[in-house]
């Protein structure tokens, strides 16, 4: 009986994530950054620079959501970057 209700539980929660992330496994919605936008690294990661010093251009976002910056190696999490 009680494996029953976990079971329901588990469904019910892989319903709202498969709607979070698509069919394609993808975030649909949830996507922070788009190529071309440009993003701003947090100023602890670069102290002593100005924002403008800080402010970069994505020129690729991954499937992992990581993305790509112009001039920067690499690849960066959002956590990196300050909120928008």
Do not use: C, D, K, Y
């Amino acid at each position: 009986m009680l494996s029953g209700i976990m079971n329901r539980r588990r469904a019910a929660g892989a319903a709202e994530n498969f709607s979070t992330f698509g069919e394609a496994g993808t975030a649909a919605r949830n996507i922070w950054v788009r190529p071309g936008m440009a993003v701003t690294f947090r100023a602890e990661l670069m102290p002593g620079r100005v924002s403008s010093e800080r402010t970069f251009r994505v020129t690729q976002v991954l499937p992992s959501l990581r993305v790509r910056i112009e001039g920067m190696p690499g690849e960066h999490a959002a956590g990196e970057f300050e909120s928008i």
